[in-house]
T-cell receptor, first 110, second 116 residues
Framework: GENVEQHPSTLSVQEGDSAVIKCTYS??????FPWYKQELGKGPQLIID?????GEKKDQRIAVTLNKTAKHFSLHITETQPEDSAVYFC?????????FGKGTRLHILP | DGGITQSPKYLFRKEGQNVTLSCEQN?????MYWYRQDPGQGLRLIYY???????QKGDIAEGYSVSREKKESFPLTVTSAQKNPTAFYLC???????????????FGQGTRLTVV
């Protein structure tokens, strides 16, 4: 079955700098790769996603890249702000279920 | 307001008792999921259902049971057979995955279960 590895588990960046979170997946049948943001005490919410027929997608300060050959995808957040502090999860979606990475806790330092 | 609702937000139970967590959605989604979240473990899939009256085990189904008698409801029962039930439980739903066109999952706000 699908296995998703996510790194790093914790990331601290200065406000205004960029943050990068990386994930790898194992099942070549996966064709949908969403990223979720979870704030304390709440359920995760989708922030961006990418499908396997696309190499890169951008939405304002957030971008995701996908390398199907290497089976890895990354989340890039530019010009980080205090409200970006949260836990971020990548996921891969091979068929009828969603498999998540273990999450990255992002701290934005003042 | 369309969405997915979990209740209660906090739940306390004595060891050895079964407990049922509620999950209701009015998004007309076919697919529903239950995840367990522990610190440092991410989201682990317990059970999922693609259609009414059908469901499949996820990676950590032991000690849990579900039912899908209605499209909008997917309750999770944590049985006394679950060795370490204290955790944060998340329910999610998404549009039917028929044909392989996968889409965003919408999550509830979670239920924090504490077994004492």
């Amino acid at each position: 079955g699908e296995n998703v590895e996510q790194h790093p588990s914790t990331l601290s960046v200065q406000e205004g700098d960029s943050a990068v979170i990386k994930c790898t997946y194992s099942d070549s049948a996966s064709n949908y790769f969403p990223w979720y943001k979870q704030e304390l005490g709440k359920g995760p919410q989708l922030i961006i996603d990418i499908r396997s027929n696309v190499g890169e997608k951008k939405d304002q300060r957030i971008a995701v890249t996908l390398n199907k050959t290497a089976k890895h995808f990354s989340l890039h957040i530019t010009e980080t702000q205090p409200e970006d502090s949260a836990v971020y999860f990548c996921a891969a979606d091979p068929d009828d279920k969603i498999i998540f990475g273990k999450g990255t806790r992002l701290h934005i330092l003042p | 307001d369309g969405g997915i609702t979990q209740s209660p937000k906090y739940l306390f139970r004595k060891e050895g008792q079964n407990v049922t967590l509620s999950c209701e959605q009015n998004l007309n989604h076919d697919a529903m999921y239950w995840y367990r979240q522990d610190p440092g473990q991410g989201l682990r899939l317990i059970y999922y259902s693609q259609i009414v009256n059908d469901f499949q085990k996820g990676d950590i189904a032991e000690g849990y049971s579900v039912s899908r008698e209605k499209k909008e409801s997917f309750p999770l029962t944590v049985t006394s057979a679950q060795k370490n039930p204290t955790a944060f439980y998340l329910c999610a739903s998404s549009i039917s995955r028929t044909g392989g066109w996968n889409t965003e999952a919408f999550f509830g706000q979670g239920t924090r279960l504490t077994v004492v």
